[in-house]
């Protein structure tokens, strides 16, 4: 049973809140729960919205359903948890109320969720007259392309499909960037730049992406395996999303497979560590059902095409599927690393993109670890408590109850903002700053071509040596690989590194 840390004495629940106390519903509770107060004054507190008591709905469940329609958005798991914990006699309860107002833009709404997450008929007649109705509320939450159910007259415009849709919230940081033109707020940023300027940056970034997403991993790999990955993440978005590309960037992201099973995932399968004694799994994370993966998985490459059909953003649509992906885990091993591909491979749909040019995704979140594994962990903890398992004795798990909604069903709004700062991290700080430390580089490297003969690899290391040193010669590095520079030639330098590098202490070369 779920107990609710109410912000003050006499409320009473509303909308999600009361249906889940109501029926002791087991489920991920919402960001936001509701309550009426007996004060006149609508206002927020530690995770409720409080209304007034003229906001309060009518007696019993339907009026609870309405309200949670009107004021909180959809929550498919919450939905489908109350449908199927319906009586007979409540069900009878439902359709009476559905059938009083035939043409209630709730009682369609309604009638619809219930036929369409239950897959079941209630015993009502198709509308014959009557406007369509959109069922998610596009003020509160993002939408996909309508798609009509004349039985019901709604506009299905869920931004996902029955085997997976989750929803996002609107924000404000959400809406902001709904508004700009990404490639705009790009070129912005980095200037008028020379192609060749453009194409060197994106494959240093390109490069830095792939490494740190084997870091994220906790793996360091030989140099050509990063490149190779690099290479990959090149060409993401150039083909449709689908199972056999998922099948074969396993293949490879896995370059020894003789001691796991390749493909869907035929077991089990946790993020975590074991007890050093019994050796019990200790999970932080529980993938889904490996007989759920399918079905999922099918569901998560449709929604995918779904979203690109609808013009739904790509960032948003980044967040979806990216994330919804590493929560399933479809694979038994490689799913961090195709998750941060997904990440591309979305993004790649963003319009006007200057040519070549990628986000460093893995790279951003390496850099905000924390903060990545706490947006992980957001969807993960609440639902541990929800999934009944056992050990098996390879050390490994094996669920017990039904999840599959838990992985088709969520709220990806804390992703999306997530993934949203972290495209603004990259707009305005790291774009601009590799575009200048490459433009930098140009000029220093012609400067010493009419100062001194040296070769362009000796020039190359020369600023590395300088980055190191906070923009002077090292005693080493005079005694060694420039102790043929002179008092004079290394003091010229010097200053005229510090010229041009003025921010060099903050830019990686």
């Known amino acids: 049973m779920i107990h609710f840390q109410k912000p003050e004495e006499n409320l009473t629940l509303v909308g999600y809140a009361a249906l889940i ?170 200037g008028d730049v020379s192609r060749d300027v453009l194409d060197r940056a994106s494959a240093f970034l390109l490069l830095e992406d792939s490494k740190a997403s084997y870091n994220i991993e906790g793996e360091t790999p030989p140099h050509h395996r990063i490149q190779r990955w690099g290479a990959i993440l090149a060409k993401a978005g150039q083909e449709k999303l689908s199972k056999e590309l998922l099948l074969h960037l396993q293949q490879e992201v896995i370059t020894d497979q003789r001691f796991l099973q390749m493909g869907w995932r035929q077991e089990g399968g946790f993020i975590g560590t074991h007890d050093r004694i019994t050796q019990m799994p200790i999970p932080s994370h529980i993938s889904a059902k490996h007989q759920d993966v399918p079905r999922l998985m099918d569901g998560l490459i ?86 009944q398992w056992r050990s098996t004795l390879k050390g490994n798990l094996e669920v017990m109850n039904e999840t599959i909604d838990l992985y088709r069903f969520f709220d990806a709004t804390q992703q999306a903002e997530f993934l949203c700062e972290c495209m603004i991290e990259t707009i305005y700080d790291i774009f601009p700053q590799e575009i200048a430390y490459l433009q930098q580089y140009d000029r220093f490297k012609q400067f010493m071509h009419h100062y001194l003969e040296m070769p362009e690899r000796v020039c190359a290391l020369l600023i590395n040596f300088l980055y190191q040193n906070g923009g002077k010669f090292s005693k080493r590095a005079l005694q060694k690989e420039f102790s043929a520079l002179t008092a004079q030639e290394q003091q010229v330098i010097e200053e005229k590194f510090n010229e041009i590098f003025p921010q060099h202490k903050n830019i990686h070369p």
């Open 21 to 190: 106390d109501t029926y002791r519903l087991q489920v991920p509770l919402p960001k936001m729960l509701c309550a009426i107060s007996m004060k006149h004054k609508k206002y927020t507190s530690a995770g409720w919205r409080i209304f007034t008591p003229r906001h309060k709905p009518m007696a019993g469940f339907y009026g609870n359903l309405v309200f949670a329609l009107r004021y909180e958005g959809l929550d498919l798991y919450i939905l489908k948890a109350f449908f199927e914990a319906l009586s007979p006699e409540e069900i009878k309860e439902l359709r009476r109320a559905i059938i009083s107002e035939p043409h209630g833009q709730y009682a369609k709404r309604i009638w619809f969720l219930y036929e369409y997450l239950l897959e079941k008929k209630l015993d009502i007649p198709d509308l014959e007259a009557g406007r369509f109705v959109e069922l998610v509320d596009t003020k509160v939450q993002y939408a996909a392309m309508n798609r009509a159910s004349r039985r019901h007259h709604i506009y299905n415009n869920l931004p996902g499909v029955k085997n997976f849709c989750p929803l996002i919230y609107r924000t404000d940081l959400l809406d902001t960037w709904q508004k700009k033109k990404i490639s705009s707020e790009i070129l912005k940023n980095i």
């Open 302 to 387: 449709e929604t995918a095409a779904l979203l690109k059909e609808s013009g739904f953003s790509p960032l948003l649509s980044a967040a979806v599927i990216a994330f919804g992906f590493v929560f399933i885990h479809p694979f038994e091993d490689g799913n961090g690393r195709i998750h941060r591909y997904l990440l591309h491979h979305m993004l790649a749909d963003i319009p006007d993109m200057p040519p070549h040019l990628v986000f460093p995704i893995s790279a951003v979140l390496l850099k905000h670890i924390d903060r990545y594994r706490a947006v992980l962990e957001n969807y993960s903890q609440p639902r541990l408590s929800l999934i």
